[in-house]
């Protein structure tokens, strides 16, 4: 009895010594979480707090500030069935509701889901890992390395923030189903494994919604329980293999077959029902390069510069005619690019034996691009922002590989955490720099140009900011445009209309004769698969030659061929009913009528054949087109005005003070305040009321 006591007061005087022990280690553990996450949201806010001040740039301009459904909240039901990506639009339309049109608050907007995001990789690899110090190295990673800047900084590249942010959502769920189904604790694990794949599916139709590349979800899953699977003892290689591909189908054999239903799907609706690439349709495939073979190895290329712009970022605006297409299995570029990129994948399924999650680091970075590797092809080839949600995987990577080198002793753990600290700093530095990129279309396009000066869209779109502020260089540039590339039919365009005087517009002239001569062949690419479209527009931009020669009668004719040539070129229905304004006003109304009847969303149409009509009393016709206006911006101001003007006279005074304080409250400039002002005191005299 006296040992059994004296053995129950050690064990008690032992438990009570080693019980704070547990208690203290947590407290450390969750002190470093909290350290950790306070320094990533300091640094990232601080890597971006400058890309705060910058403008709309690039696509800017037409995806966002042109779109007038962004304008009303209203349109989010409308939005979400008519979208491309409904759910990136839908985050738009709330901007603009808070924000109206500064860009300050969108770029607000990006900078805070992209912390998100960089705390949920902070989540997830603590999770798969255990350790605070590799997911915070991880994530910060994540969050400053470089090539990020075109997600992040660009507003336009709010698809990216948005559909990572839903699929690593998605993926933390898929998680904690699997841990629940695994434990099966308590009676209640079917509820609880029913709620978190059901949450599972949820973030990940958010993520499709706002993202083609969330369909690499089934992918991205099944590598991470092909790790898992993976016995790195014992039998063959190939056994190994297909015996951890047995084990993952069995693992979740109805999930894998429900999404792998659901993606080709999605699939199909996005590329042929909604037309996300021009370089795939119903009757086939527009290979880079002509062919499936050149496709495959320009595909292999790419991913091979992805590889080094992890390593080495050099962030690039945009790719377009940066990248030559492969088109020899024999060019040593090519040669390189398999070694590169076959070296990487084989030292992926290498480190199955040795560190999985590694493993899974490598192979998951390749399965998230599947969807933009060219398998359909797509119009853009390659692009950075293609990189931003895989970056979690570089990250993993990098932070798994510093824990090994800093275990190999102390001397080995300073030299990490200095090379490591470094690096991160570099990226900082170099994220900070790049956001003044994106300041502003000049500043943009000049890096562009400096990046790719072969590339016919920066060049364009350079000459398209200096053509009013530096007319000479612009031509300049225009010319370059159609050295580069004859087949470019905007140059024609746009040099036309900056070659006003006589001498000038002949020398146009000569280059569009040229452009007109070239064979279809030459002139069809994505986008341009109607010839026609070409001769379209380079007559249009001949047209515009003659007019300025004093040609208008030849100039009228050229329009009109220009609209039978191509009935959906927009440019000569615009021009003629301009020419028509000041020389015949009936022609004016019947050419603004067939532009609104070809281009339905047409808002400057709509705008100037309203106005025509209410200037010749025709009020009931009008209304039509007013209310056409209305369905895509039921804020703007000159449709509630004119229509609170036209019901007035209707004597409908309902129905116009509605309309009128509409405009009210959308009045933007001291003339629209003044003009509403004077229209709701003669509505007042009229119909009385408040």
């Known amino acids: 009895m006296v040992s059994v006591a004296a053995g129950r007061k050690k064990t008690k005087r032992s438990v009570v010594a080693a019980k704070p022990v547990p208690t203290l280690v947590a407290r450390l553990q969750n002190k470093s979480v909290y350290i950790a996450v306070a320094a990533l949201l300091i640094v990232v806010g601080l890597c971006y707090v400058n890309a705060l001040s910058n403008g709309f740039v690039f696509d800017d301009h037409g995806h966002v500030l042109e779109d ?33 049109e500064r860009a300050v608050g969108f770029h607000l907007t990006s900078v805070l889901l992209h912390l998100a995001n960089t705390l949920l990789v902070f989540v997830l690899i603590r999770k798969m890992t255990r350790e605070t110090m590799v997911a915070c190295f991880a994530a910060f990673i994540f969050a400053v390395q470089p090539v990020q800047v075109d997600s992040v900084t660009y507003i336009s590249g709010r698809r990216d923030v ?57 992918l991205f899953i099944f590598v991470w329980n092909f790790c898992d699977a993976w016995n790195p003892k014992g039998e063959s ?66 991913h091979a510069w992805y590889l080094k712009q992890l390593v080495v970022p050099t962030p690039i605006v945009q790719y377009q005619g940066a990248f030559d297409i492969a088109t020899t299995l024999f060019a040593w570029k090519v040669i390189l690019a398999i070694m590169v990129v076959g070296a990487t994948v084989a030292g992926g399924f290498v480190l199955l034996n040795k560190d999985k999650l590694m493993a899974f680091a490598v192979l998951s970075f390749f399965a998230l691009l599947v969807p933009v590797a060219q398998i359909i092809p797509h119009q853009e080839l390659l692009a950075d922002h293609y990189l931003y949600l895989p970056m979690m995987c570089f990250g993993l990577f990098a932070a798994l590989l510093a824990r090994r080198v800093a275990d190999r002793g102390n001397m080995a753990k300073r030299v990490t955490c200095g090379v490591a600290a470094g690096m991160l700093i570099v990226f900082a530095v170099m994220t900070s720099m790049r956001n003044t990129v994106y300041k502003d279309d000049l500043s943009l396009w000049k890096t562009n140009y ?126 003629l009913a301009a020419y028509y304004h000041a020389v015949n006003p009936p022609k004016e109304t019947e050419m603004l009528k067939r532009q609104s009847a070809v281009f339905p969303n047409d808002f400057y149409a709509l705008q100037s054949l309203s106005s025509r009509l209410i200037e010749y009393k025709q009020y009931d016709e009008a209304l039509r087109y007013l209310n056409r206006m209305i369905g895509i911006d039921p804020n703007d101001f000159y449709a509630n005005y004119q229509l609170g003007q036209i019901y007035r006279t209707k004597h409908d005074c309902t129905t116009a003070r509605r309309y009128l304080l509409i405009a009210n409250s959308n009045a933007a400039s001291t003339d629209d305040q003044k003009a509403i002002q004077d229209a709701l005191k003669v509505l007042q005299q009229e119909c009385g009321g408040s």
């Open 237 to 302: 290689w190939p056994r190994r293999f297909f015996g951890a591909v047995k084990k993952t189908l069995a693992r979740d054999k109805w999930l894998y077959l429900a999404l792998c239903v659901v993606a080709p799907v999605y699939i199909w609706y996005q590329v042929f029902y909604k037309g996300g690439s021009a370089r795939a349709s119903i009757s086939g495939f527009e290979y880079w390069g002509g062919s499936f073979y050149t496709n495959l190895l320009t595909s292999i290329r790419v």
């Open 68 to 100: 007038k459904s962004f304008r009303s909240l209203a349109n989010v039901p409308k939005i979400l069935v008519a979208s491309y990506r409904p759910l990136r639009d839908v985050t738009y339309a709330i901007d603009f509701a808070i924000w109206g």
């Open 450 to 575: 400096k990046e790719v000066p072969n590339s016919v869209r920066a060049v364009s779109s350079l000459a398209g900011h200096y053509a009013t502020s530096y007319p000479a260089r612009g031509a300049e540039l225009y010319k370059q445009c159609i050295e580069l590339d004859p087949s470019y039919a905007p140059a024609y365009v746009s040099l036309a209309l900056l070659y006003k005087s006589r001498e000038k517009a002949r020398e146009a002239e000569e280059l569009i004769q040229q452009g007109l001569t070239l064979p279809d062949s030459r002139v069809i690419s994505p986008g341009y698969e109607n010839p026609n479209r070409f001769r379209s527009e380079l007559t249009t931009a001949l047209a515009i030659s003659k007019g300025f020669q004093g040609y208008q009668e030849e100039a009228e004719q050229l329009l009109l061929k220009a609209i039978t040539l191509y009935p959906v070129n927009s440019q000569p229905y615009g021009l």
């Open 162 to 218: 948005l559909f990572s942010l839903f699929f690593l959502a998605s993926f933390l769920c898929y998680l904690a189903y699997r841990r629940v189904v695994r434990d099966r604790a308590g009676r209640r694990y079917r509820l609880r494994s029913l709620f978190y794949f059901g949450l599972f599916g949820f973030f990940w139709g958010l993520s499709l919604l706002s993202k083609e590349m969330a369909a690499s979800m089934p």
